[in-house]
């Protein structure tokens, strides 16, 4: 211990003390010890690099059908066609008028009227145009079908899409493709047989939007003989509610041919004529495009429809023969 100086005060402690020879060899042998050497300074050593693998072969595409992107399997609207055709031209008898007025390429819109308890107007269209014209046509509809079990993949594989502007902006825009519309929705095909051939208001005009959007001519079809397929006497709108389904109806078919009478058709005389294209003066993938004229045009596209419809009724002779 230090002595204390002549004040009585102790010395302070070394803080850099000299360092004792012995303790650091005794760290260079523990060190050896361990590692068998002595201890050297660090130095970068280049590793060698792993060699290049070779590129993987392409794996190969496990589907054997054709289903597309949108669930439409052409080997499938073969079949339908094919089970359908006698349906189309000799139960239904059906006529087109104006069929050169469908673009044979590019996109488009095809808007027509709805009804039918099971509407028998869209396989009707779909598979003219699919037979005369060569060209695929997708047809939009409520997303109650694409849950539905067994029915939604049926219907998706016949070129069934769910009605979402999305979708058909892709559709037209993207891909050049026909769709097909119903703006009535579930109001067409739930009118009863005292309301057959009016039309219902055409939504919010969002078909009309969706035209602008893609910048695709709009082609109005006017339908006759649907209505009288399967004529609705009376809804059940509890049991509806019940079932969670859009309607239930009563119709003429079950009351002619019992529960068979839930998917036969009667065979009315099916006339479709197809309106002038509408071309919209509108540039395409704006991000807004006016209200008012939406709805004017939507409401201008309704009432051709409605006048040919007349004019058709006015000179068909009979529901069965035309």
Known sequence: MGRADSLGRMPEPDRNPAPNPGSRRRKVRVAQEVTGREVKSAALVPLPLPPLADEPEPLEDPRRGDVDEWGRSEHMRALARRVYDPIYRHWFRVEWEGLEKIPTDGGALLVANHAGAIPSDAPAIMHGIETELERPVYGLADHFFKGAPVIGTLWARNGGVVAHPDNAYRLLREQNQLVLVFPEGNKGPSKTYQERYRLRRFGRGGFVEIAMRAGVPIVPIAVMGAEESMPILFKLPSMAKVLGTPYLPVT????????????????????????????????????????????????????????????MLRQRRSVWFG
């Not at 058709?265 to 294209?277: E, G, H, M, S």
């Open 252 to 311: 003429a078919n079950m009351l002619a041919f019992g529960p068979l009478g839930a998917v036969a058709y009667f065979p009315a005389k099916f006339k479709l004529q197809v309106l002038d294209p509408v071309h919209l003066d509108a540039e395409p993938d704006q991000q807004r495009y006016s209200r008012s004229r939406i709805m004017d045009e939507s409401e201008a596209i309704r009432q051709r429809i409605q006048a040919a419809l007349y004019e």
